[in-house]
């Protein structure tokens, strides 16, 4: 039997420039950015990461305030519109649940900014759909929606 997916999507505006936002959002640490939140471990350092995180194939890991970790790897770098990447060996409660992961940014000029949505997609173990869904539409999806502001934030106190 097959796992299933579940996916949650948030998106806000920065009010920065399209090449400003791109470089906070996409080359800025998670260290900071993503903080605990109920069950929901914070990103606390980044080990072996392999280039400066602009390029396709690069990975690093994330270790997590559990003291679990994570690994991600870039898959699409296009540079001012698309960045995405995978996520795989996750230990702790998702570790037992989650088979990988993808995130995608999206970066869109506006009037008054830059539009940011992003969108994570998680692949469940077989067996866990249900219970893996049921996490993303209640903690992931809203920690999402908690987090990005932040971002924005750092991205606005940032600008050039």
């Known amino acids: 039997m097959s796992g299933r997916s579940a996916t949650a999507v948030t998106e806000l505006l920065a009010t920065a420039t399209l090449d400003h936002t791109w470089d906070v959002a996409t080359m800025h640490t998670p260290v ?3 903080p605990r939140a109920g069950l929901l471990p914070a990103v606390v350092e980044v080990r072996d990461q392999t280039g400066d995180w602009d390029g396709v194939g ?7 305030s559990d003291g679990g970790s994570v690994i991600e790897h870039t898959t699409n770098v296009d540079r ?3 960045f995405a990447y995978n996520l795989t060996d ?3 409660v998702f570790g037992g649940m989650v088979e990988s992961a993808r995130a ?3 970066f869109t000029q506006a009037p008054n900014g830059t539009l940011i949505r992003w969108r994570y997609t998680f692949h469940s173990k077989a067996g866990y759909g249900i219970p893996l869904a049921a ?3 209640f903690l992931w999806g809203p920690y ?4 990005l502001p932040g971002i924005v934030a750092e991205i606005e106190r940032s600008r050039r």
Do not use: H, P, S
């Not at 690069?58 to 997590?64: A, I, V």
């Not at 999402?144 to 987090?147: D, E, I």
């Open 32 to 34: 900071g950015l993503y």
């Open 80 to 82: 001012l519109e698309f």
């Open 104 to 106: 995608e940014w999206t």
């Open 58 to 64: 690069q990975t690093r890991q994330l270790m997590l």
């Open 135 to 137: 996490i993303i539409k």
């Open 90 to 92: 996750f230990q702790k």
């Open 144 to 147: 999402m929606a908690r987090v």
